[in-house]
């Protein structure tokens, strides 16, 4: 935006638990910088920042979505904020992600009653894992029975009693706030004065830490200059030495405004938190420098068509312009180049490092794409997300819409990186990944919205192997005449379980010319068609080897197809020989929570056939790790959810595949052969 120099911009991200006022405190700041046209009072349900379906039938706010406006400080400086709201909700942490990457600071909001809840830890690691600076907002303190002293000491004992600084006090009567940095001293509350006094005395102590000739300054009892002082205090927040919290409650609309300010003074600047590029170079912020930004979310806009959410870390991007997609290799034109409000779309008619602006209708552009002046080769290193745990299988309801659910579910991919959708080869089933079951039904909500759509789902069949645990036989003559000329093949096999010594599965044991070496491929190929299905469920044998030692063939009616033939069919009977067993996926599991449902947990685990691995504190939480098969966690994210309230949170990931249990194994095999009966 014109007239606001890069210096000026102050880009964060809201964060914290569901629940903690993130929305609201946003809905008070909009109003405060012009942007917001909600009307109503602050219990007014409705909010710019919520407004999709999806959010408004839900009750919370599912999407990370970007505001700006210019905020005028108590200094009088002019500051242009850009104000990520994230959700809070465990299944959307792919959104909390995309955030932090586009922000180059955090604020993280504290419900005054709640306290820390597993949300706000969750913000609080996304932070810490991208060194990002960010202050912490005590929010609610409006409410009955809330102190602020609790509440921070709190957060001193979680995240370090010296960093975390009260910058924005309520006072004694909680009608009030202090804003330390900006309140003059002969304004200060008399019983909040030796308060204010000792914060004050700190926060020199931090901002003359953070240079040696301030340092030097400070211990000869010098007074550091105005400039000096918050320099310091931006460089220590910047480095994470100084954690500013703030007293508010976005309800009332008390602490809001002060809040504002000491980010305008605290938080860094597009110039202050330089990016790398993939390569670790580091990019200049100029506005005079060549253009470069990235991609960061993707959506599907019901009025405009495909937007793309630019962060601009490097230069100027003007509509009407021509870029190059680093990533891709290829040009792109940029045609219109929008701010977007909420609902609300206005024309940017340049947009600076800092900014998150829409562009219309990119072709070749996705996500985490880079984007820069023709002749850049810059390319940004691309956000990396957890795994997804959580599956449904898809298909649409009304036959005939396979060619639209197909591409409804690629677009859904593309808009969240969080979500992924693959075709099972084993199963042949479309499965739909996301971060957990509220996760995956918006998704299905939003492409019934959308795309007009309906799309059923359940859980998703299990991959199953199947090995053998001893040595067999097998051997099978393919003999066929039907007039001219015949088929004739015949395997002798004998298979073993392999070992990880073994550096192959098939060993060519033929002498004396038994089967011609031409038709040995052809037996290769027939026990690999032998393998994709066993005879216990009809799912992919593996960790076999196999010997091919005997056979007889036929000058004339012998050819590939009957080696094939042959050798598929015996090594069936081989498998059969060599007591097969049924293999399972096993995830390795680690759930976050409190204490108090520790117990509840373990137990759970037990009862799903978890093998409990090890378990302790993490950030105030109780972490637990097990190895689980993989059938007994599709109901898990709503069991966790029901046990915890919410406050619990998991992750998952594929390990190894180990027998099933024969009682267990003896049920599978019995719904298999049901389903085949009735399929025929």
């Not at 037996?523 to 032998?530: A, E, I, L, P």
């Amino acid at each position: 935006m014109k007239g606001i120099p890069i210096a000026g911009v102050r880009n964060f991200a809201l964060m914290g638990h569901t629940g903690a006022g993130k929305t609201s405190l946003l809905d008070v700041m909009l109003n405060v910088l012009g942007t917001n046209e909600r009307i109503g009072s602050p219990d007014d349900k409705t909010s710019m920042a919520d407004w999709t379906e999806e959010e408004q039938e839900h009750g919370i706010s599912i999407f990370a979505k970007p505001f700006d406006g210019v905020y005028t400080a108590a200094s009088g400086k002019q500051r242009r904020f850009v104000v990520t709201d994230t959700p809070g909700y465990a299944d959307f942490i792919g959104q909390l992600i995309s955030a932090a990457e586009t922000s180059d600071a955090a604020l993280v909001v504290v419900d005054a009653l709640s306290g820390i809840q597993v949300g706000t830890t969750r913000a609080w690691r996304v932070c810490e894992k991208r060194n990002l600076p960010r202050g912490i907002v005590i929010n609610g303190l409006d409410k009955d029975d809330t102190n602020f002293d609790q509440a921070l000491s709190a957060i001193k004992e979680r995240w370090g009693d010296t960093r975390c600084v009260p910058v924005v006090l309520p006072t004694t009567d909680g009608k009030s706030e202090v804003d330390i940095l900006n309140t003059p001293t002969d304004q200060v509350p008399e019983d909040m004065a030796a308060t204010v006094k000792a914060i004050k005395d700190h926060l020199i102590e931090l901002a003359a830490e953070t240079d040696d000739a301030l340092m030097e300054k400070y211990f000869d009892g010098q007074e550091l200059t105005a400039d000096e002082f918050s320099d310091g205090l931006r460089k220590s927040v910047h480095d994470a030495h100084l954690i500013p919290v703030f007293a508010c409650s976005a309800k009332t609309h008390i602490g809001v405004k002060e809040t504002m300010d000491s980010i305008s003074r605290l938080f860094p600047s597009p110039e202050d938190y330089p990016v790398k590029c993939a390569d670790g170079h580091e990019v200049q912020t100029c506005a005079n420098e060549p253009f470069a930004g990235i991609v960061r979310r993707s959506v599907n806009d019901p009025f405009v068509g495909q937007l793309s959410f630019v962060r601009v870390y490097r230069g100027t991007l003007t509509p009407n312009t021509e870029v190059y997609n680093a990533s891709k290799g290829e040009k792109e034109r940029i045609g219109n180049i929008l701010f977007v409000n909420g609902k609300k779309q206005t024309d940017c008619k340049e947009a600076k490092a800092g900014d998150v602006v829409a562009i219309p209708k990119l072709k070749n552009t996705f996500l985490n794409d880079t984007l820069c002046a023709i002749g850049d080769n810059t390319v940004f290193k691309p956000v990396e997300f957890p795994n997804p745990v959580a599956a449904y299988a898809v298909e649409p309801k009304t036959k005939g819409d396979e060619d639209k659910i197909g591409v409804a579910l690629k677009r859904a991919a593309a808009e969240d990186p969080s979500i992924r959708v693959e075709r099972n080869r084993e199963t042949h089933e479309t499965i739909l990944w996301g971060m957990g079951d509220m996760h995956l039904d918006v998704t299905l909500e939003h492409i019934k919205h959308r795309s007009k759509v309906d799309i059923s789902h359940h859980n998703p069949k299990i991959a199953y192997r199947e090995t053998i645990n001893s040595i067999g036989e097998g051997r099978y003559k393919h003999k066929k005449q039907s007039g001219g000329r015949g088929q004739y093949g015949e395997c002798y096999v004998r298979i073993r379980p392999k070992t990880e010594t073994d550096e192959d599965w098939f060993a060519n044991k033929i002498v004396g010319g038994a089967i011609p070496s031409n038709f040995i491929p052809a037996c290769q190929k027939g026990f690999v068609d032998g393998m994709t299905k066993g005879p216990l469920v009809g799912a992919e044998v593996s960790n076999v080897l196999v010997e091919l030692y005997d056979g007889t063939f036929h000058d004339v009616d012998s050819s590939e197809v009957a080696f094939k033939i042959a050798g598929s069919r015996a090594l069936h009977e081989a498998i059969e020989n060599a007591h097969p067993v049924l293999l399972e996926p096993i995830m390795t599991v680690k759930v976050t929570v409190p204490d108090e449902y520790l117990g509840d947990i373990t137990s759970i685990l037990n009862t799903k056939r978890g093998r409990i691995l090890g378990m302790g504190l993490e950030d105030g939480l109780q972490a637990i790790e097990a190895d689980v098969p993989q059938v007994e966690m599709f109901k898990f994210c709503s069991e966790l959810r029901s046990i915890t309230g919410g406050r619990g949170s998991f992750e998952m990931e594929f390990t190894r595949y180990d027998q099933v249990p024969a009682n267990v194994a003896k049920k599978v095999i019995a719904d298999a052969q049901k389903e085949k009966e009735d399929t025929h």
